[in-house]
């Protein structure tokens, strides 16, 4: 049996790590890699493969970045072209970023069983690239890896309920996986921060930094708060970020916040242990805060991981400086860390049997 994973973007390198290692480990199927190179840059990808340990892709798509049409046109007829020479039994797409959709797409069409891992995440609004991402991935799918009822239960609420498993997150797995490895202590020292008195903050999401207002006012925000809790924030950026604080000259409004390169997982990771507080417009680092007992001031009008918004443990925020600096100071209150609700540090091991399961009866 063969199945050909797709990955692209950051947070797909953190899931394949432990679903690619999973599937060898136990022997499952010929785990065939291909990376659509939407994330190129070395702090954006290659840092990813080596500390994760992720073996070299046997296909690379190079796409690179381009607006949202040409980058998914790329990679959609780039894997349609990997697809008819592979010819594999499924193909294992992650998450939501383009590189999902076009790999499903690309796959649906030549009538290959698409896995979604990830599935059934639902966040308004509806127009945002990632959501567009997520439906549309769905809705040409056949097997469907949640990693929560409320994820089955969005699915069936589109009345997407054959194949439907909820199966914990990946992501979960990888952060107890490497727990042991990280090292908040040095990497604190690295950074001249004092563990346990600093905010992680990280913003990358389009409809956050690709407006100069919002941006700006969630420069000053964070510069606020820093100043008014003393408590330095740490802002690795993504390339996009950095590229508009140029453009809008807002260069002046980071004076008061500690701005790096992107970050690896280990180094990241190692520093949202230690930190008071993050800040985040990413989808899986409100996950991660939590992971390690932190919570996330999330700047997004919705999330798709609302277990913990419902919860109270992180806290949504509009991209505005007063409502942030207000969400900060409310998060720094300490609160009892719900019950694990994203299963049980075996998710990539559940997705690989059922893959195994389902997939190995047709060949
Ligand atoms: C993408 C995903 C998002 C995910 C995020 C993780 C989509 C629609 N969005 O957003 O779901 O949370 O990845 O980071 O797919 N760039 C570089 N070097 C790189 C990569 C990007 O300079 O290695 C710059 C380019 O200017 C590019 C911009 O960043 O145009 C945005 O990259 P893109 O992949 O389009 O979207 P992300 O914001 O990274």
Not at 4 to 15: E, I, T, Y
Not at 62 to 89: D, K, W, Y
Not at 237 to 253: C, D, G, M, V, Y
Not at 305 to 316: P, S
């Amino acid at each position: 049996m063969k199945i050909l994973s797709l990955v692209g973007a950051r947070p797909q390198f953190v899931k394949e790590a432990l679903i690619g290692a999973a599937a060898r480990a136990a022997g499952a199927w010929n785990h065939v890699l291909v990376h659509s190179g939407q994330h190129y840059d070395m702090n954006m990808s290659d840092v990813f493969f080596r500390e994760l340990g992720i073996p070299t892709p046997q296909h690379h798509l190079g796409i690179g970045s381009g607006s949202h049409g040409a980058m998914t046109a790329a990679a959609l007829a780039a894997m349609e072209g990997v697809l008819q020479q592979e010819r594999p039994n499924a193909l294992l797409v992650y998450g939501d970023t383009n590189t999902t959709l076009a790999g499903a797409l690309a796959a649906a069409k030549l009538c290959i069983p698409v896995i979604h891992v990830e599935a059934g995440i639902r966040q308004q609004p509806k127009s945002m690239p990632e959501e567009i991402n997520r439906v549309l991935t769905d809705h040409v799918s056949t097997l469907f890896c949640c990693c929560s009822r409320q994820a089955a239960e969005n699915l069936a609420a589109e009345n997407i309920r054959d194949g439907v498993h909820v199966v914990g997150d990946v992501m979960y797995d990888l952060f107890l996986r490497m727990q042991p490895h990280f090292t908040p202590e040095a990497t604190c020292n690295a950074h001249n921060l004092e563990p346990g008195r600093f905010v992680v903050a990280t913003l990358h999401r389009d409809f956050n930094v690709d407006s100069p207002t919002a941006l700006a006012s969630m420069l000053r925000g964070l510069s606020r708060f820093a100043a008014d809790a003393d408590l330095p924030v740490l802002l690795p950026l993504h390339p996009r970020t950095q590229k508009r604080i140029t453009e809008f000259n807002l260069s002046a409004l980071v004076q008061g916040i500690t701005c790096v390169d992107p970050l690896g997982y280990l180094e990241l990771m190692s520093l949202v242990s230690a930190a008071a507080l993050v800040v985040t417009d990413s989808g899986g680092l409100q996950k991660e805060a939590y992971y390690a007992g932190r919570r996330a001031v999330v700047v997004m009008p919705d999330t798709g991981w609302r277990e913990l918004t419902d919860a109270g443990w992180n806290l949504l925020c509009a991209p505005a400086a007063d409502k942030l600096e207000a969400a900060c100071h409310a998060a720094l209150q300490p609160m009892a860390c719900p019950a694990a609700v994203y299963g049980d540090g075996k998710a990539a091991e559940h997705i690989v049997s059922l893959v195994a399961g389902r997939f190995a009866r047709l060949t």
